[in-house]
């Protein structure tokens, strides 16, 4: 669950991070009241869950009322490619004398938290990666000890801080590392993590990733979400317990289990398809959730066609064909849809959609067939015989 940059810094000051004073505001009345609060001059900026604000107009200084009231009014309601602002933060101005970046997340390969750290702030860390590598430093971490402030030091020293703030840098990685830690974050990341001219550090920005999986852990932040921009097939998804994520294409993808979905997004594009969604159906799918999945997937008027890649385990392939037989005769969707059964009671499911005869399914052997069939459908191409 990614969260706004001001729900972030909330995190951060939870846990020791400096941040500069600020108020989250909805209405530009609020706005202006929140930059006399915090006091002049303000950053005026737009909480949506996607970057490049600055360039689109959304982070704006204003030195007194009549500027944060023009700022407040042009920027709520600002479409930032795709995202409509709808919150503001109003945060104190900083000087800043030097910028850098800092991170926390998971090394996968690894399977071990990795810090990064660089002096080179204010740009995007693949930037810094491409064209000045000796100036990332990343340090892996051993998970049971957590990171040391010595081990910080060692960073922020290595990393080419400068000498009157390692510690202070220090501070922050260690502070960091806590807020990954300790609120089972995926991600947290500070760019830029800026020195003032008075040599305080503090985090200039947030960006935190939450493990949704995890919540059950940290009821308080069960309700930090951008609800308002987020998209209303996944909030609905969420709502009833499916693992659902929007993606752009046009073919519906359902599957029972996380890795066989993954593999099926994988094979619908190398076969030329732009998957619409992840859905996993999950373990023991019976033929009321089949149908809701269904729905969910119609749910998204740009689905062209849907593909079921079904290795039936737990997971039993009559109920999925009896879910799809219900969902038929409730929703009648419009698009073709390509069934591949395998696994336990895939025989009877198979002959149950045969004599279903659903208008539109196409049945698949392999999922290779399968994903070269949906593809076709999508297309508006015909294929073999129905099921």
Known sequence: MDLLEYQGKQLFAKHGLRVS???AVTTVEDAVAAAGEVGYPVVVKAQ??????????????????????????????????????????????SDIATEYYASVLLDRAE??????????GGVEIEQVARENPQKLIRRHVDAFKGLSKREAVEIATEGGADEDVVEGVAEALVALYEVWSEEDATLAEINPLIVTPEREVKALDAKVTLDANALYRHPENQALSDAENED????????????????????????????LVMSTLDVVAQAG??????????????????????????????????????????????????????????????????????GTNDVEGR?????????????????NEAAEMVVALAAGNSVGAQS
């Not at 007194?64 to 490619?81: K, M, P």
């Not at 659902?244 to 993808?253: K, N, P, S, T």
């Not at 019976?286 to 737990?314: M, P, S, W």
């Not at 002959?351 to 999922?367: I, K, N, S, Y």
């Open 21 to 23: 004073s600020g108020r």
């Open 48 to 93: 949506v869950l996607i970057g490049g604000r600055g360039k689109a107009g959304g982070v704006k200084l204003a030195g007194n009322e009549a500027e944060a009231r023009e700022h407040a009014q042009n920027i709520l309601g600002l479409d930032i490619s795709g995202h409509i602002v709808r919150t503001l933060w109003i945060e104190h101005a």
């Open 111 to 120: 399977k071990l938290p990795l810090v990064i750290f660089s002096v080179e």
């Open 232 to 259: 209303p097939i996944e909030r609905r998804a969420r709502e009833e317990g499916v693992q659902y994520v929007a993606l752009d294409g046009d073919i519906g993808i359902l599957g029972n289990g996380a890795g």
């Open 273 to 342: 398809g732009a998957p619409a969604n992840f859905l996993d159906a999950g373990g023991g799918s019976d033929a009321e959730k089949i149908k809701q999945a269904v729905e969910l997937i119609l749910a998204n008027d740009a689905v062209k066609a849907v593909l079921f890649n079904i290795f039936g385990g737990i997971t039993r392939c009559d109920e999925v064909a009896r879910g799809l037989i219900a969902a038929f005769g409730d929703i009648k969707p419009t698009v073709p849809f390509v069934v591949r059964l395998d």
């Open 351 to 367: 002959r149950l959609l045969q004599e279903a005869d659903l208008p539109g399914v196409h049945a698949a052997a392999t999922m």
